[in-house]
Every structure is written in structure tokens, then in C-alpha cells.
């Protein structure tokens, strides 16, 4: 028997295509130092001006070999009404438990889209819970699974947030100049939302102009950080050094 998947990076978000905008460059920066990286969509899509929730499925399985993920999953919350409520929380923790990342990735707090924002709480929340060996997931252990270490409870070590969303300073920047191309691809295989289209073509940007929009982002993000293209994101805790002279990014 082949051991269960478990990661060391988690990506949790509201939206298939989410983690492609917000954090996409760096899980392939953690797939190529050889880390096992996971996405969790909490919702479907199924509320979405374009597409139906089986193309945004075969759209985000294509996204996620192209990001270099091992894991990909979606729950059944529902697509613009997310809640934070104890039956999510338990949802997600099944999958922390399963998984059983040291990183996990959520959404900054504070957004314009309110599914965004809700993930950041429930999110954190569900983090938490995972760690008291009291919950039950009430999810039946596979018998496969019953020596494993899987079910088992598990808090994550650190939990960023990514906040390339939010108009907010950030904590620290993650250098994604050689993936940015990568990045901008698994994007694209959301063809269902990003082609040209007639659908919802007020409501959304044209293709060629989300490469210069999504560009420019994460080149407004490299440049705080002096590298070329960079993703953002915001801890709660203060950072600990060792050696001052290690510090990276220029002062002046
Ligand atoms: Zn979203």
C-alpha cells in the first residue's frame, strides 16, 4: 500500500482560479525545491457568470498540473454565500487532517469579494480545530487508512495570507520571476472565464489585457522587493532573525 498524500504546502480559497491569481507562482517556487504543495477550492463555481461548474472542475484540474500541485480538491460550499460556520470548519479540518500541511495559504482579510474574506476566518478557524484530538470530523476512517496517520488531529505550523487582493502593505514578497510564465498559463486554462467571449464581457477584462494587468501586479510586488516579478503576503506573527547580515532585500 502506497503512503497517503500529505503536503507541505496547503493553499486554501474561496474560487477555482483564486490560487492562480494570488499565490500560483509561489507553490511552483515550493514544487521546484522539491516541496509537496496542495490546493483546496472551497466552492465549485457554480454561481459564476461564465462556465458551469464541470468546465471550471476540468479547467482546474488542467491548472493544477501546470502549477505542479499534488493534490487538488474542491468542497461543496456554496459559490458566493461561504459561511463560517462549525459544519465548514469540520470540512476543511478532514482535509487538514489528511493532508496534513506545515504551511497553510488563505486569503487576506479584508476584500472585496466577501467569500474572500470569510475564507480568511473560517480558514484560520478550521486551522485551529484540527489540532484538538476532542473534534471529530464525524468523517468515517477509511479501513485503509486506520494505521495511517491520517485522522489523526494536526494544527498547521504557520499560516500565511495572501494579499495581492488587498490594498495592504505585506509582510514579505516571494521572488516568482522564472515561474511567472507558468503562472500565466495555468491561469489560462481557465478558458471557460478568460477567453473573449460575449458572456459577462461588461463585467469581465479582455484575455490580452489580464497578462499586462496580472504582469504588472507581480511586478509592482517584485520591485518592493528588488527582484523582477513577485507575489505578496502578510503573516501575524513578527518575523525571527539569525544572522543580520543574511538579511535580504536592499535598504538603499
Ligand atoms: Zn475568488
Redesign the pocket.
Known amino acids: 500500500m502506497s503512503a497517503p498524500f500529505t503536503a507541505d504546502v496547503l493553499a486554501i ?3 477555482r ?2 490560487v492562480e ?1 494570488t499565490c500560483g507562482g509561489t507553490l511552483l517556487r515550493m514544487a521546484s525545491r522539491g516541496l509537496r504543495t496542495a490546493i483546496l477550492d472551497l466552492t465549485r463555481g457554480e454561481a459564476g457568470t461564465r462556465g458551469t461548474a464541470a468546465d471550471r472542475a476540468r479547467e482546474a484540474d488542467e491548472a493544477a498540473r501546470i502549477l505542479g500541485v499534488g493534490w487538488r480538491r474542491a468542497l461543496d460550499l456554496p459559490d458566493g454565500a461561504i459561511q463560517n460556520t462549525y459544519d465548514n470548519r469540520l470540512k476543511i479540518v478532514s482535509v487538514l487532517r489528511e493532508l496534513r500541511p506545515r504551511v497553510v495559504i488563505l ?1 487576506y482579510w479584508q476584500a472585496r ?1 466577501p ?2 474574506a470569510i475564507v480568511a476566518s473560517l480558514g484560520y478557524e478550521a486551522c485551529f480545530l484540527s489540532g484538538l484530538a476532542k473534534i471529530d470530523t464525524g468523517t468515517g476512517v477509511p479501513a485503509d487508512r486506520s494505521s495511517s496517520v491520517g485522522w489523526q488531529p494536526h494544527r498547521p505550523f504557520k499560516i500565511v495570507y495572501a494579499s495581492l ?1 488587498a490594498d495592504v502593505r505585506p509582510s514579505f514578497i516571494t521572488d516568482i520571476t522564472p515561474f511567472i510564465e507558468q503562472r500565466h498559463a495555468a491561469l489560462m486554462a481557465y478558458q471557460s472565464q478568460y477567453a473573449n467571449q460575449s458572456a459577462g464581457s461588461a463585467l469581465f477584462v479582455p484575455e490580452e489585457e489580464i497578462r499586462e494587468r496580472t504582469f504588472a501586479e507581480a511586478r509592482h510586488y517584485g520591485l518592493l522587493a528588488g527582484v523582477k516579478y513577485g507575489e505578496p503576503f502578510v503573516q501575524k506573527e513578527v518575523g525571527l532573525v539569525d544572522d543580520l547580515t543574511l538579511l535580504p532585500v536592499q535598504s538603499l
Request: no cysteine; glycine share 0%.
Open positions: 480559497a474561496a474560487h482560479d483564486d491569481q486569503p469579494h467569500d474572500h487582493y
